[in-house]
């Protein structure tokens, strides 16, 4: 069974970094067939996919339009887990955000994290 | 605003089905079969009920079906029970490696 367990603060000033870390249990953050995704949600904007990360043979990054700029995700295979990494947020990106597994033989997001609400306040 | 379109919130009696719609374009619903469906009690983490358009996940009752035409999708539920009562998320892969979200339909049993 694939469980992921999210960690990180709920609080980050203006123009800091948000950070959120994902454990992964049940799978590997280096699979061949798991994709591991960043989508978050908000009263404003919904739910909102933001980016993944996934190794065939080597690492992929893509990220959506709205934060390719701000955004990174790291995999780290020795720790089995994956973060992401929002610099220079506003309000804006005050939301819940989850991490969640897409596999493409079975195309869907089928598990997710419990959800960190992030606060973007001073 | 989000992506794809999607009623607020639709209603129905135990026992009855009902449907939900989500409406995108032909750049994201229209051109790709990969339309999936979640399940968001309060509080708690989307839950995946149908993938693939139709496809149901290990575990979904198969009071939960979905389909498409065109630029829309469709998710039904038949046999409403009160624990049904949910709100419903529709996604679409959107390319080149985007997926996008309906705005959410908040479903009342009544």
């Known amino acids: 069974q694939v469980q992921l367990q999210q960690s990180g603060p709920g609080l980050v000033k203006p123009s800091q970094t948000l950070s959120v870390t994902c454990a992964i249990s049940?799978?590997?953050?280096?699979?061949?067939?798991?994709?591991w995704n960043w989508i978050r949600q908000s009263p404003s904007r919904g739910l909102e996919w933001l980016g993944r990360?996934?190794?065939?043979?080597?690492?992929?990054?893509d990220y959506a339009f709205s934060v390719k700029s701000r955004m990174n995700i790291n995999p780290d295979t020795s720790r089995n887990q994956f973060s992401l990494h929002l610099n220079s947020v506003t309000p804006e990106d005050t939301a819940v955000y989850y991490c969640?597994?897409?596999?493409?033989?079975?195309?869907?997001?089928?598990?997710w994290g419990q959800g960190t609400l992030v606060t973007v306040s001073s | 605003q989000s992506a794809l379109t999607q009623p607020a919130s639709v209603s129905g009696s135990p026992g009855q089905s009902i449907t939900i719609s989500c409406t995108g374009t032909?750049?994201?619903?229209?051109?790709?079969?990969?339309v999936s469906w979640y399940q968001q009690h309060p509080g708690k983490a989307p839950k995946l009920i149908i993938q693939e358009v139709t496809k149901r996940p290990s575990g979904v009752s198969n009071r939960f079906s979905g389909s498409k035409s065109g630029n829309t999708a469709s998710l039904t539920i038949s046999g409403l029970q009160a624990e049904d009562e949910s709100d419903y998320y529709c996604?679409?892969?959107?390319?080149?490696?985007?997926?996008?979200f309906g705005g959410g339909t908040k479903l009342t049993v009544l």
């Open positions: 996604c679409s892969y959107a390319g080149p490696t985007t997926w996008v």
């Open positions: 032909s750049s994201d619903i229209g051109s790709y079969n990969l």
């Open positions: 969640a597994r897409y596999v493409g033989v079975s195309p869907g997001f089928d598990y």
């Open positions: 049940g799978d590997s953050v280096s699979s061949n067939t798991a994709a």
């Open positions: 990360t996934y190794y065939r043979s080597k690492w992929y990054y």
